[in-house]
């Protein structure tokens, strides 16, 4: 582009400020990632991409690419939540992701922390795992602490959002509780399963105990009560 926008309140870039908020981001189907590696991810996934604002100076960056424009550093950040931005912001067009049954599922029931979120795509992306389905109350997978978190892996592995909590079409739902009926997850030898990690404080909720095929836990030798969620879930889905 010719210009550059100078003024945080641009019409372009008020609307765009309001995908920040997750009632925008449902409205208009769209939603925002921030950093040149986020954007790399989504145009190799050839995912939508609507609009792109590139801080002055970096425009090189992103020639290769239609709509896009150059920012102020100040305008930038208008866009970003982090305190430092990272050179670009861009508008994407959420997909219609649908998780194929089968395979191995990772199943979040109710996490709320962002940072979990994000973690647990990512690291069920790097363990090879057929897709996420997000139940219940799970943090928003479109909001931009989760996008960081999963530092493009929403891009290579279909993400489900799924309101209702349906367990009753996994086969082999393993249920991660620490309870008398729980068994070692070493035990548990299966090439297809849907594992299921609940809430950081609540755990997984009785309707997930009751549809398990099976309950498993991590044993602990030390002190701590419990693990990180997403620390759990990352052992799981690398040994099971």
């Known amino acids: 582009m010719d210009y550059i926008i100078t ?15 997750k009632k925008y981001r449902d409205k208009s189907g769209t939603f925002l990632i921030e950093g040149f590696h986020l954007l790399e991810e989504a145009v190799k996934s050839g995912a939508e991409i609507r609009q792109v604002f590139v ?14 424009f150059s920012v ?5 950040k208008s866009l970003s939540e982090t305190e430092s931005p990272q050179g670009v912001v861009a508008e994407v067009v ?3 992701s649908k998780v194929k049954l ?12 962002p940072g979990n979120v994000g973690t647990l795509i990512r690291t069920a992306d790097a363990a090879g795992f057929d897709g996420v389905v997000c139940f219940g109350k799970t943090a928003d997978i479109y909001s931009p602490k989760v996008l960081r978190a999963t530092q493009g892996s929403n891009f290579h592995i279909p993400v489900e959002i799924d309101k209702e909590a349906d ?8 249920v991660s509780t ?6 070692d997850y070493r035990e548990v030898h299966l090439e297809e399963f849907a594992l299921v990690v609940g809430n950081e404080g609540q755990g997984v909720s009785d309707a997930a105990v009751s549809a398990a095929s099976q309950l498993i836990h991590i044993p602990i030798p030390g002190h701590a009560e419990s693990l990180n969620v997403a620390v759990a879930a990352g052992i799981l889905m690398f040994s099971l």
Do not use: A, H, P
């Open 102 to 113: 089968g395979g191995k599922i990772l199943i979040l029931e109710n996490v709320q922390d």
């Open 94 to 96: 959420k997909g219609q």
């Open 178 to 183: 620490l309870s008398k009926d729980s068994i």
């Open 167 to 174: 367990f009753s079409k996994f086969t082999n739902l393993l």
């Open 55 to 68: 801080e002055e100076g970096k425009e090189n960056r992103v020639r290769n690419l239609s709509n896009w």
């Open 72 to 76: 102020t550093s100040e305008v930038l």
């Open 7 to 21: 003024s945080k309140d641009n019409t372009r870039i008020k609307e765009l400020r309001k995908l920040l908020q």
